[in-house]
């Protein structure tokens, strides 16, 4: 595909922006630079998400996955065992091997005192958004490599629409299971931060 620079329209610095609209936020407003997320995602067309690798399934993969996204119910009392991840996940993470994934009891109460905008009444929604129908996957610890990131835009119902959720996962190959370390919501900042710090 060739490139036609009227398509990706620029500020007069030469900064693009985004649909005919203004550049991400950079005054570290939550709240625009998400909504910004939030726009492009949302208008960028399927046919365009799926040449970016964004929800690129396969034919009959998309049931599947809503399996895995419905079974997700997490109890704060014990270990949870999830399915697997996509198989697509896998690759991207560059692992032979598909396991189960695990979200330890300790690690959720940790979790719960330290990401405060993540309540229990969205566990599900972002664990099982991020899980089984991410965006991105990347590397999150240039010292770790076992370490990766997941990243989807998650429905928060009836509080602030979509959010950026972040799982941060421990895919040791050494273990039973694939591990969660950490589930959070992320500024698009966060989520550049992230991006950028392996």
């Given amino acids: 595909m060739a490139w036609i620079e009227d398509d990706h329209s620029r500020k007069e ?11 991400l936020s950079e005054d570290g407003d939550y709240d625009k630079n998400m909504s910004r997320l939030v726009d492009i995602y949302s208008s960028t067309p399927a046919e365009d998400k ?29 270990d949870n065992v999830l399915p697997e991840l996509n198989e697509d996940t896998i690759q991207k993470m560059g692992l032979e ?4 994934v695990l979200f330890k009891s300790e690690t959720i109460i940790r979790n719960l005192s330290k990401h405060f905008d993540v309540e229990k009444d969205v566990y599900d929604d972002i664990i099982s958004e991020v899980l089984y129908n991410p965006i991105d996957v ?17 429905q928060v119902k009836d509080k602030d629409g979509l959010k950026m ?17 950490h589930a959070y919501f992320v500024s698009s900042k966060g989520y550049d931060w992230a991006k950028n710090r392996a």
């Fill in 13 to 23: 610095n030469g900064e693009f922006t985004y649909k005919n609209k203004a550049p």
């Fill in 50 to 78: 799926a040449a970016m690798g964004i929800n690129n399934k396969k034919d009959g993969e998309e049931s599947e996955i809503q399996r895995k996204i419905s079974s997700v119910h997490i109890d704060f009392t014990k």
């Fill in 97 to 100: 091997k598909n396991r189960p």
């Fill in 138 to 154: 990347f590397q999150a610890s240039s010292t770790n490599p076992n370490y990766f990131h997941l990243a989807s835009f998650v």
């Fill in 165 to 181: 959720g972040l799982v941060l996962l421990d895919a040791d190959t050494s273990k039973e299971y694939i591990e969660i370390v």
